[in-house]
């Protein structure tokens, strides 16, 4: 079975310094991952994908994530960290064998980002 | 404007009383979901649909229905609502054309309190 997780409940930050958001998955197949961000009150946006290709992926805001087959990992970057960063960050991961299905999300990581 | 629009914003309800959640897209997206996102759970998949007609069960189903009539509505029904129904609801949506690996879009949420 797929699955996801988000070895952090919270990340704590001090803007301008690089912040990094941890991601493990376990799928069958190849995975498909993705990170969205989820501001107070808001629904979820999309922020990037891996699918296949560059392990390095690069997104909205200055995210980037790096794909790694090895540790089942695909962890969530930023090089300067601004305090709009501030948010939750989801996780998810979709099996190539089974591709009718939904995404698997993980439980969510808050990063807090000071000024 | 283009995306997804959930009705209503929030609502309190009565348990034992029937509730529909609305969930309207404009982006012509085959697949639809209904997450719910409880603190420390993340999002789990209530119902999905991969296309008009067509409906699944998700992760945690039990409580709630769906219905696909058209590819624009996929509203989620509460029969008799029970206060562990508690929680905000997330609609989303993704296209199917070119394979599975496409993100999901999101709306704004419902949230809802069972009292």
């Known amino acids: 079975a797929q699955s996801v997780a988000q070895p952090e409940d919270q990340v704590n930050v001090a803007e301008g310094n690089p912040l990094t958001v941890k991601c493990t998955y376990s799928?069958?197949?190849?995975?498909?991952l993705f990170w969205y961000v989820q501001y107070p009150n808001r629904g979820l946006q999309f922020l990037l994908k891996y699918i296949t290709g560059d392990n390095l992926v690069k997104g909205s805001y200055g995210f980037e994530a790096e794909f790694n087959k090895s540790q089942t990992s695909f962890h969530l970057k930023k090089p300067s960290a601004l305090v709009s960063d501030s948010a939750l960050y989801f996780c998810?991961?979709?099996?190539?064998?089974?591709?009718?299905?939904?995404?698997?999300f993980g439980k969510g990581t808050t990063l807090s980002v000071s000024s | 404007i283009a995306g997804i629009t959930q009705a209503p914003t929030s609502q309190i309800l009565a348990a034992g009383r029937r509730m529909t959640l609305r969930c309207t897209q404009d982006m012509r997206h085959n697949a639809m979901y209904w997450y719910r996102q409880d603190l420390g759970l993340g999002l789990r998949l209530i119902h999905y649909s991969n296309t008009a007609g067509t409906t699944g069960k998700g992760e945690v189903p039990d409580g709630y229905s769906v219905s696909r009539a058209n590819t624009d509505d996929f509203p989620l029904t509460l029969a008799s609502a029970v206060p562990s129904q508690t929680s905000v609801y997330f609609c989303a949506s993704s296209t199917r054309e070119g394979g599975p690996y496409n993100e999901q879009f999101f709306g704004p949420g419902t949230r809802l309190t069972v009292l």
């Open positions: 998810a991961v979709r099996d190539s064998n089974q591709a009718g299905t939904a995404l698997i």
């Open positions: 799928v069958s197949g190849n995975p498909y």
